[in-house]
């Protein structure tokens, strides 16, 4: 009785509660969702979407990474039991300085997920890995989804080629605002 009761107090519902929360989120909760377009009406529930989300590789500052990928509505949708499509594209920038970590440019961690996504309720995620291409200085990122038993040949590449990075880069583009806005270009 001791172990039943332990759950049904209220600190071991919390506990409960807390957990199941976890396990049912989103293990992105970093991405930033930045617009959508719907692509399908759905007489029931939300459409089918085109979602477009941001994420910054959480282990090198100065890179973020756009993904839009299909996001399915109706009533399955809105309630977490849809599965969506393996259809996404890719495309990260240098947005700052970029500063790689020795055993990121030595090559040890190539194919270190930066993001996941679940996009089923158990079974299929969305992925984004990266490998460092020491030769040209380039980080490219490969966006993919997987199952527990097969996986999607469609995915998406994008790569950043590492520059250096100055608060020059951006007086060059306020001043070419500025000029748009007199008139000059």
Same mark, same amino acid.
């Given at each position: 009785?001791?172990?039943?009761?332990?759950?049904?107090?209220?600190?071991?519902?919390?506990?409960?509660?807390?957990?199941?929360?976890?396990?049912?989120?989103?293990?992105?909760?970093?991405?930033?969702?930045?617009?959508?377009?719907?692509?399908?009406?759905?007489?029931?529930?939300?459409?089918?979407?085109?979602?477009?989300?941001?994420?910054?590789?959480?282990?090198?500052?100065?890179?973020?990474?756009?993904?839009?990928?299909?996001?399915?509505?109706?009533? &399955?949708?809105? @309630?977490?039991?849809?599965?969506?499509? %393996?259809? !996404?594209? /890719?495309?990260?920038? +240098?947005? #700052?300085?970029?500063?790689?970590?020795?055993?990121?440019?030595?090559?040890?961690?190539?194919?270190?997920?930066?993001?996941?996504?679940?996009?089923?309720?158990?079974?299929?995620?969305?992925?984004?890995?990266?490998?460092?291409?020491?030769?040209?200085?380039?980080?490219?990122?490969?966006?993919?989804?997987?199952?527990?038993?097969?996986?999607?040949?469609?995915? &998406?590449?994008? @790569?950043?080629?590492?520059?250096?990075? %100055?608060? !020059?880069? /951006?007086?060059?583009? +306020?001043? #070419?605002?500025?000029?748009?806005?007199?008139?000059?270009?």
């Amino acid at each position: 009785m001791r172990h039943w009761s332990s759950i049904s107090s209220p600190r071991g519902l919390g506990l409960a509660a807390g957990l199941s929360v976890l396990l049912l989120a989103p293990s992105s909760l970093w991405a930033e969702r930045i617009g959508e377009v719907s692509t399908k009406f759905k007489l029931v529930g939300p459409n089918d979407k085109v979602v477009i989300e941001v994420f910054q590789d959480p282990d090198i500052p100065g890179v973020a990474c756009y993904l839009s990928r299909a996001e399915t509505g109706g009533m &399955s949708g809105a @309630v977490g039991l849809a599965e969506d499509t %393996s259809d !996404a594209s /890719l495309a990260c920038r +240098q947005v #700052g300085p970029v500063s790689l970590p020795e055993d990121i440019a030595s090559g040890k961690r190539n194919g270190d997920e930066v993001f996941k996504k679940r996009i089923s309720l158990l079974t299929k995620t969305m992925q984004v890995v990266r490998f460092y291409d020491a030769p040209r200085n380039t980080l490219v990122y490969l966006s993919y989804s997987d199952r527990i038993i097969e996986g999607s040949p469609k995915n &998406s590449t994008s @790569v950043v080629v590492i520059r250096p990075w %100055s608060g !020059a880069d /951006l007086t060059g583009i +306020q001043t #070419g605002i500025q000029a748009g806005a007199d008139g000059d270009l």
